[in-house]
């Protein structure tokens, strides 16, 4: 299992598992849900009853993805996954559904952890591969790892909170980032939304993570283009950042099959400066 590191407020200590769950040296106490995953949200860490992506966005997206629609991302992904060593420690940041964990680090599963906010979907991710950790946290408010024990951080169209990136990356380790490109489902905006605005949080991005001591080594666009029936643009639609207001679900139904652009900009990062 993924060494976690305790949530609870003024405390860092090491999460030991046991019969009875989770413990750390100050008494702190976890129980598994029954679904596989850990929850070591703590109540400040949540603004509503259900934080995170809800149970439609969630289910769209993992329709999306079972789709295939995320292949070609993958296999632009690879390239940066470090090499393998037996104690290889993974931290997949706003992991969703789990698909991604599996995808690129199919052998190391003990290594692996996943976390997210949303209840739907870290129960779909300790479904798909229980045999990795799966944790319902809020990154933003602190990452359950221990400093320097991470190899790989990965926030794929995920949170990105640098500064604990940078705390618990290892000094060899690597950050991959993805974002959605400024012309991603551009046709499908400029169709419901009545405007495509092209914006790209690269350059914001680089400068956030250089500001925490980590610097961008490499950068690159994957995109394609895809046919999509008018059940996968509701999907596409519902399972992005871009809410759908009630106003364009009838603009959303009169589209047909149309070719739409998929496109995201990938960035490398490792611990160093200029």
């Not at 596409?236 to 589209?255: D, G, K, P």
């Amino acid at each position: 299992m993924f060494e976690l590191r305790c949530t609870v407020r003024k405390c860092a200590h090491t999460l030991v598992q046991s019969e009875n769950g989770l413990t750390c040296a100050a008494g702190h106490h976890f129980d598994q849900a029954k679904e596989g995953y850990w929850n070591i949200t703590q109540p400040q860490d949540k603004k509503s009853l259900n934080p995170g992506d809800n149970p439609n966005a969630v289910l769209a997206r993992h329709r999306w993805l079972e789709r295939g629609h995320a292949a070609g991302l993958i296999e632009s992904l690879q390239p940066w996954i470090p090499g393998a060593h037996p104690q290889m420690r993974i931290l997949d940041l706003g992991c969703g559904d789990g698909t991604f964990g599996p995808s690129l680090f199919p052998h190391h599963p003990t290594g692996f952890c996943g976390i997210d906010l949303s209840r739907p979907a870290i129960k779909l991710a300790a479904r798909r591969w229980p045999e990795a950790t799966w944790v319902l946290a809020n990154a933003d408010r602190g990452l359950p790892a221990m400093d320097a024990s991470v190899d790989c951080v990965m926030s794929l169209f995920g949170r990105r909170p640098a500064a604990e990136i940078s705390r618990v990356l290892s000094p060899s380790g690597c950050c991959v980032v993805a974002v959605p490109g400024e012309d991603d489902l551009i046709e499908l905006r400029e169709q419901v939304q009545k405007e495509g605005k092209r914006r790209s949080r690269v350059e914001a991005i680089i400068e956030q993570m250089k500001d925490n001591g980590l610097k961008c080594i490499e950068q690159k666009q994957w995109r394609t283009e895809i046919e999509v029936a008018p059940e996968e643009i509701a999907d596409a639609l519902a399972m992005t950042y871009r809410a759908v207001r009630r106003s364009e679900q009838s603009r959303i139904a009169s589209i047909d099959a149309t070719k739409v652009t998929l496109a995201a900009d990938l960035m490398q990062f490792r611990k160093g400066s200029d």
